[in-house]
């Protein structure tokens, strides 16, 4: 649309200066008056022409919300951006550019997205012209397809595309969703290997966090005593979100008992100050048999609902302390009258609204939290304050979300001015400049 704006705006302007040669050639003829009125009628049918043409082309958001032609795409970091049903479906196949998913990741292939064309448009990817396959065969050879995405942690250098075959345009794409912190080969092999990166690090080529708070309405500034009153004000007034729960427990649902963030030893040293209950199959290093609880995977709906009738706080404890590293554990808790406490490496004021969460970080020892968990369990007003945030942020953390990291790669493939790119050190990439680290736990 851009373009054709571009194209109209030239031609109007061509046929002004058309028309202003063709009256100043016969200006001599022509009465003087008759020539000033010519001209002045002249601009006036063209200044009508150029602005019913921009009119057409240019349509605004407003107009466009209940346009058949047009959706909205309010996915990951977009916001109302408008991308016509109809783009690029005149290009032909050949046209596409082909990505290849080379191994599993987590038992399948589909990467998140799955196969094929019709998620782009699913996704309302602005580009469109990709197709992704998980056969290898679908190509004359592996070296015509244009990216190959592998899964960091699945690489079997006896079963990886062959160095004969790759072409200087094709792009290797590194792919991994779990942290730095988990090594599960020598990662200098990776040294001068891929092209770009898919993960959760925000310097990522293509970032796919587990989610995003986004923004949809202003508020004061961070700080301000305006925006404190908001805050103070719907706590007051929105008291019933704390359900009648009158102490301050806090739960944590967790399969994976041992850690590299040693989050383990924090939940027992909070469990002296005050109730944690941990479900799962970690429970019994946490409570006696009769005390253990469970809730499954395929229960998780059933059990985020529960925490709003039985405790206050959840314990959203990454198991790695890495840079931009927050999980589900934090976005799924969002959705519900309960209050995140986190522990993780992640600047979490980058991440989520003030005042939405209990950051450990912000703490000395484990009594120090327990204390304040306490404090605003306390004071239904304080507690309720929590949630202001919901009148001005939404979270994103859908399945449309995560794929749009996919509608960057496809326009990045389209593009013709890309330039060249391949990771010489990914060791210094992916560990060192990771930021992750084990915390002393201090009580």
């Avoid at 949809?216 to 004000?233: F, T």
């Avoid at 990454?318 to 959705?335: A, G, P, R």
């Avoid at 484990?366 to 945030?389: C, N, R, T, V």
């Amino acid at each position: 649309m851009i373009a054709t704006n571009i194209k109209s705006l030239h031609r109007a302007k061509s046929s002004l200066h058309r028309a202003k040669s063709v009256i100043f050639r016969h200006f001599k003829v022509l009465p003087y008056k008759k020539v000033v009125l010519a001209v002045i009628c002249i601009y006036f049918a063209l200044f009508l022409l150029l602005k019913s043409r921009t009119e057409l082309n240019s349509i605004t958001d407003e107009e466009q919300v209940g346009d058949p032609n047009f959706d909205i795409n309010n996915y990951g970091e977009n916001l109302n951006l408008m991308v016509n049903k109809t783009r690029y479906k005149d290009v032909p196949k050949t046209k596409w550019k082909n990505i290849l998913f080379w191994n599993d990741a987590y038992g399948v292939r589909t990467y998140d997205v799955g196969f094929g064309n019709g998620h782009f448009y699913n996704n309302m990817c602005p580009d469109t012209r990709c197709y992704t396959t998980a056969n290898r065969s679908y190509l004359p050879s592996v070296g015509d397809f244009d990216a190959i995405v592998i899964h960091q942690r699945g690489i079997d250098w006896a079963d990886m595309p062959k160095k004969s075959q790759r072409r200087p345009e094709q792009k290797y794409v590194h792919w991994v969703v779990e942290s730095a912190q988990y090594l599960y080969m020598d990662i200098h092999q990776l040294d001068n290997y891929f092209n770009w990166t898919m993960t959760y690090k925000k310097n990522s080529d293509f970032y796919i966090p587990y989610g995003r708070v986004r923004q949809k309405k202003q508020h004061p500034p961070l700080g301000s005593p305006e925006l404190a009153k908001i805050i103070e004000d719907f706590g007051k007034n929105n008291m019933h979100l704390a359900h009648n729960r009158t102490s301050a427990k806090a739960a944590w649902f967790v399969s994976h008992c041992a850690t590299q963030a040693r989050r383990e030893k924090l939940v027992k040293e909070l469990q002296k100050h005050m109730t944690v209950q941990v479900y799962g199959k970690c429970a019994v290093s946490f409570h006696k048999k009769g005390d253990r609880k469970v809730c499954t995977r395929q229960e998780e709906n059933e059990c985020y609902h529960m925490l709003e009738t039985k405790y206050k706080f959840y314990l959203s404890f990454e198991n790695s302390i890495c840079s931009d590293y927050v999980t589900e554990k934090f976005f799924n808790i969002l959705k519900y009258d309960v209050i995140p406490v986190t522990f993780n490496g992640a600047d979490m004021a980058s991440v989520a609204p003030p005042h939405s969460y209990i950051n450990t970080m912000d703490f000395d020892s484990p009594g120090d939290l327990a204390k304040q968990m306490e404090h605003i369990a306390s004071d239904d007003a304080l507690y309720a304050s929590y949630f202001w945030w919901r009148d001005y942020y939404e979270i994103r953390n859908s399945a449309e979300d995560r794929a749009q990291a996919y509608c960057d790669l496809c326009a990045r493939l389209n593009n013709p001015d890309e330039p060249q790119k391949v990771y010489k050190n990914m060791h210094q990439w992916w560990v060192e400049d990771s930021g992750c680290k084990k915390i002393q736990n201090q009580d």
